[in-house]
């Protein structure tokens, strides 16, 4: 180890363990999931959804249709941006509930959302709904 390699004086090691609060990527998304007694759960996403993101949300809703819910909601309000990663997900997430048998819904109401299912002509797969609903 050579001097260059230590922090300087009164700097903090960047290459030192730190806490959750300096990750990059920790405040780009929030999930939360609440389920009614009905069976529906619902996740909710708010932030960005991108490559980077992509594969927590995936993560949440493969272990909620692992539950087998009668329906799952993907409550997307929140969500300022979508990009390819999340329209995968979301693929993948329709065809995965297809084959349980569990119903899915969007909520989606931002332009940030729909533009991006629009575009892709992916928006037919989905049933969606809006925040109010």
């Not at 389920?35 to 959804?49: F, H, I, K, L, M």
Request: glycine share 6%; proline share 4%; charged share 20%.
């Amino acid at each position: 180890m050579t001097s260059s390699d230590l922090p300087a004086e009164g700097q903090r090691d960047a290459s030192a363990a730190t806490d959750t609060a300096d990750a990059p990527f920790d405040d780009v998304i929030t999930l939360s999931t609440s389920s009614d007694a009905d069976g529906t759960v619902t996740v909710t996403v708010v932030g960005e959804v991108d490559t980077f993101t992509a594969p927590v949300l995936r993560a949440s809703l493969d272990t909620q249709l692992e539950l087998q819910p009668e329906e799952l909601v993907i409550d997307l309000c929140g969500v300022q941006f979508l990009g390819s990663a999340g329209l995968a997900v979301l693929v993948e997430t329709q065809k995965s509930a297809r084959s349980r048998e569990v119903g899915l819904k969007l909520v989606a109401s931002t332009r940030a959302v729909t533009r991006p299912l629009e575009v892709t002509g992916l928006i037919d797969l989905f049933t969606i709904v809006d925040g109010n609903a």
